[in-house]
């Protein structure tokens, strides 16, 4: 079992970047999937990108469009989020999670985080 703990949110202007951070406990960080999700007041949680438990393969949902990029530390047991460019539209709560799978969707992820508020201003 592992625990997850999002940081690095804030407010930002719009076209500025920031780099989120998912703290994990416990030794066996490494032997998971770790994927990105956001989520937007009344709106679905959606998946963001995700990468594998060596570090050496990343996927992304369609949408992301080249401006975010994950990447993990083994070492350290944290994954990251680096968002660039960013819009208004931006703006939501955003989990990691992790899975025994290069899964996609909300219910393949086996831990989640409580989300750290990233808020992009015009």
């Known amino acids: 079992q592992i625990q997850l703990v999002e940081s690095g949110g804030g407010l930002v202007q719009a076209g500025g970047s920031l780099r989120l951070s998912c703290a994990a406990s416990g030794r066996t960080f490494r032997r998971y999937a770790m994927a990105w999700f956001r989520q937007a007041p009344g709106k679905e949680r959606d998946f963001l990108g995700g990468i594998s438990w060596t570090g050496g393969r990343t996927y992304y949902a369609d949408f992301v469009e080249g401006r975010f990029t994950i990447s993990r530390d083994n070492v350290e047991n944290t994954a990251y989020l680096q968002i660039n460019s960013l819009k208004p539209e931006d703006t939501a709560v955003y989990y990691c999670?992790?899975?025994?799978?290069?899964?996609?969707?909300?219910?393949?992820?086996?831990?989640w985080g409580k989300g750290t508020l990233v808020t992009v201003s015009a």
């Open positions: 999670a992790a899975s025994n799978m290069e899964a996609r969707d909300v219910a393949s992820m086996e831990y």
